[in-house]
Nanobody, 114 residues
Framework: QVQLAESGGGLVHQGGSLTLSCVTS????????ISWYRQRPGQPREVVAW????????DYPDFTKARFTVTRDNDKRTSTLQMNNLNPEDTAEYYC???????WGRGSKVTVSP
């Protein structure tokens, strides 16, 4: 059974940082990229970061580039999303997902106060 679980969310002030973690099981981790998504209230889900299966390649949309950093540890089957210089518009539920599939975790809530 494919499982992904996010943790590390919370409340942070504008300009602050948070690190989210994703723990996985039930599939060949090294064969899939990891996508990080978020869903803001009343908005569709959007990708905030992606990392390739090897970890050698990453990609970010413009609104997270230079602020967010995604990494992975293939031995530990985990991925981390480091988020810096957060602003209230980053308030959302954040999810990690197995790229190219409909598998993702239950989310971790991030709230950024002004």
């Amino acid at each position: 059974q494919v499982q992904l679980a996010e943790s590390g969310g919370g409340l942070v002030h504008q300009g602050g940082s948070l690190t989210l973690s994703c723990v996985t099981s039930g599939y060949p981790f090294k064969e899939y990229g990891i996508s990080w998504y978020r869903q803001r209230p009343g908005q569709p889900r959007e990708v905030v970061a992606w990392i390739s299966s090897s970890g050698l390649n990453t990609d970010y949309p413009d609104f997270t580039k230079a602020r967010f950093t995604v990494t992975r540890d293939n031995d530990k089957r985990t991925s981390t999303l480091q988020m810096n210089n957060l602003n209230p518009e980053d308030t959302a539920e954040y999810y990690c997902g197995r790229s190219g599939t409909d598998s993702w975790g239950r989310g971790s809530k991030v709230t950024v106060s002004p």
